[in-house]
């Protein structure tokens, strides 16, 4: 049987970096209260003239320098964005043509936060079923795009960010599972429901968010993946070396390790830094832990995410 297996990591931060007393300069917010509520600290946002392209970039070609692979050997890119450059053509392929790379399947993902998971599990069957030798999967989102910057119930959340992964087809694992889902009937929950047409903008094209509820639903659901993947796999949590958890706010993540019985010392925790960094979170979290040094080869990681559809999902990974 074909496994697919992680040969390098990558991410990329945009310079610049926003604190919570530099946004309490025109947000009526508090360092105090976002540190409290949501565990976040500092976000880093691109500048004016870079785009999700340009991070994805950076994020990709660490992720090749370490798998020591050349981009030209690559056969597929997957791309998990919200914040597309452009409407068409993909992303994947904007990043395919910056890294000089011709004829590899190439195309993006839309599962807002869960955009990573969907486009690694997507990458994993085209290498486990053979048609694919060589993957570069991407999460990448200049998300601080779609937040109202005068809004504080939602933009002291987001920031931006790309992180990557290169696969390769091999004998041992490897991806041990993935498991995806999403339930459409919680579309309004959180949204970005403006569109383009006509040549404009239609609609609003800043974030909605009922917060509570998505922060309810995101608890219950990461531990439900969790618990899945787990029970596929015949494991007990006790053997998770890392948990890899979408960065959205240390309340949930907390709260959802809490109800998987699993010592925080076990979580990669980024989100005090990053903020949410929607598609980029796990990947950039990933990537962190792997040039850290705790994340060490033959670890078991248990990759896990929710977003806007609502998306979900879960991942076990032999490092
Ligand atoms: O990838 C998924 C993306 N989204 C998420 O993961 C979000 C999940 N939800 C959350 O993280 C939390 O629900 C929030 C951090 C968004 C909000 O925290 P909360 O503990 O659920 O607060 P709340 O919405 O119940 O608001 C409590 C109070 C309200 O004031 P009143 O009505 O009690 O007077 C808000 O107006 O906090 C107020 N508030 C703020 N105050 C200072 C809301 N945002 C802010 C703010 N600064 N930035």
Known sequence: MNYSRIIGTG?????RRLTNTELETWVDTSDKWIVERTGIRTRYLANNDQDTCDLAEQAARRALEAARVDASELDLIILGTTTPDRIFPSTACLLQARLGNHGAMAFDVQAVCSGFLYALSIADKFIKTGTAQRAL?????????LVNWNDRSTCVLFGDGGGAVVLETSVSPGILSTHLHADGAYKDVLTVPG??????????GFTKMQGNEVFKFAVNILKESVDETLAANQLDIKSID?????QANIRIITATA???NLPM??????????????????????????RDGRIKPGNLLLLEAVG????????????
């Open 265 to 290: 010392e076990k979580v990669v925790v980024t989100v005090s830094e990053h903020g949410n960094t929607s598609a980029a979170s796990v990947p950039l979290a990933l990537d962190v832990a792997v």
């Open 258 to 260: 809490k109800k998987l």
């Open 308 to 319: 806007g559809g609502f998306t979900w999902g879960a991942i076990l990974v032999k490092y």
């Open 137 to 145: 999967v991407v999460g990448a989102d200049t998300y601080s795009r």
């Open 195 to 204: 569109t383009v047409a006509q040549g404009r903008l239609n609609g609003d």
């Open 11 to 15: 991410g990329y931060l945009p310079e």
């Open 242 to 246: 890392w948990l890899i958890p979408h």
